[in-house]
């Protein structure tokens, strides 16, 4: 935020000699960034290829690469509270060049599994790792540039989250068009290489003066209740019946063990989360915008592929070049979201960015076998404009609402919100797609033979691989009848995600603040929240 007319400039707290590297700082937090967002977008144009038999693959089922992916997510959400702990308490370089050694051993380790089980192991392995990479980035990046440039780095770094989309997807189908599927995970042992003497070299340590206690109760509640709620989820999907005991009993379960951790957290003298901190309704909002995208945005991440590659028939690197519009618009518009923030504030921005996301999402309700490339790519470069005017605004309000010392801590809340949400957008609309597919699909399966017909509606996937043993001839009409199903399910799905963005727009519209005193030129009136949230 710019300062006030008239009002005394700010005393530099960050050291001259980091000041002058900061930008080169930020070039290497990004890199380390770009290796976990890499790996997830890499993933999205394989699962296709990872859901075939062997040798092409590994004969993973839908619900099994929800949770190769899950794993990943739920392990590194559950655990960020005590990565950005030990970040502020040990050292936020500490931190980060544990976490990228870690991941980088989870990757050439998931590269060689031998079975879903296997990956699904090693993923959650990644998880922990990045654990400790994605929150220290942040609160590094908090603590080498002063508050007036913060916005600014903010943006950038929020653009390297499209950078690792863009390359992702095409790196991932060169690798799957010359290599086998656990290529896309080796590839990243060198950038995990360069990443470490890159961070050795450069980045400055720091750490929080007057750290607190770590939260074992509340960290491991946060774990137990995020797998109960989101295993149960995805048990219902695979069933197609959410009213099934053990499902009900997951849900219920993950539900009041995540009451308990708010319960906790609100009593314990050193807690993970500081709740009052949500009293405030930016910040609140804020998380919840970022909680709300990215549900809405990663479970149409997940069926996408599955519509390119399985109903479309394009490849794993078309599927990818295909998604390079979205990376482009978060790219081009992230690091210059500030400018728009300035002219006409975060309420006004964020509102409109919603929309355009739920705008993106809805019309994949209107896509069928034959929609045009260029309809398709449209869509995207919609999706990701409005993710670009949304992340970095979010994120600026959270991490500038807590002191500069507790860094790891915001960041923590930050991306715990961001992959808490995508991880339950991937169970829950996985699981509405599974139910929708498995519901359509069935009244199709009558020439299949009786003992593997439950296995041909798992997934479009499975119908597929049927309709293939079955020959050209009599599995020609349970191909079609397998991409009708799919693009039906698709529909619901994506109106569902829409709808959730559309709560995240009527969020942001009522609760974030709109222009500022500072943003036109006249002097903020002071008052405790205020002072509470610049401190």
Known sequence: MPIPSGAPAAVPRVPEAIHRRRWWILAVLMFSLLIVVLDNSILNVAVKTIASPAPTGIGATQSELEWAINSYTLVFAGLLFTAGLLGDRIGRKKVLLAGILVF????????????????????????????????????????????????????IWAGSVGLGIAIGPITGGLLLEHFWWGSIFLVNVPVVVIALVAMAVLVPDSRDPKPGKVDPVGVALSIVGLVLLVYGIIRGGELADFTDTTV?????????????????????????IDITYFREPAFSAAVAAIALVFFALMGVTFFSAFYLQSVRGYTALESGLLIVPLAAAQMIFAPRARLVVDRFGARAVCT??????AAGLASFALFDTGTPVWV???VFFVQGTGMAHIMPPVTVA????????KAGSGSAI??????????????????????????????????????????????????????????????????????????????????????????????????????????????????PEKEKLAR
């Open 376 to 378: 398709m790519c449209l």
């Open 414 to 527: 930050n991306n715990t919100f961001r992959q808490v949400g995508g991880a339950l957008g991937i169970a829950v609309l996985g699981s509405v797609l599974s139910t929708v597919y498995r519901g359509d699909i069935e009244g199709h399966l009558g020439t299949v033979p009786a003992g593997i017909r439950d296995v041909a509606g798992e997934s479009i996937e499975a119908t597929l691989g049927v309709a293939e043993k079955l020959g050209p001839v009599a599995g020609k009409p349970l191909v079609a009848a397998a991409n009708d199903a799919f693009v039906g399910a698709m529909h619901v799905t994506a109106l569902g995600s829409a709808a959730v963005a559309l709560i995240g727009a009527v969020v942001v519209g009522l609760f974030l603040p709109g222009r500022t005193p500072a943003e036109t030129g006249a002097p903020a009136e002071a008052t």
């Open 398 to 405: 959270v991490m500038q609402a807590l002191p500069r010392e």
């Open 352 to 357: 409109v960015g919603m929309l355009l996301v």
């Open 248 to 272: 009900l009993l997951s849900i219920v379960g993950g539900l009041l063990v995540l009451a308990g951790f708010v319960w906790h957290e609100k009593r314990s003298s050193h807690p993970a």
């Open 104 to 155: 980088g051993i989870g990757s050439a380790l998931a590269a060689f599994s031998a079975s879903p089980g296997e990956l699904i192991t090693w993923r959650a392995l990644m998880g922990f790792g990045a654990a400790f990479v994605m929150p220290a980035t942040l609160a590094v990046l908090m603590n080498v540039f002063e508050r007036d440039e913060q916005p600014k780095a903010i943006g």
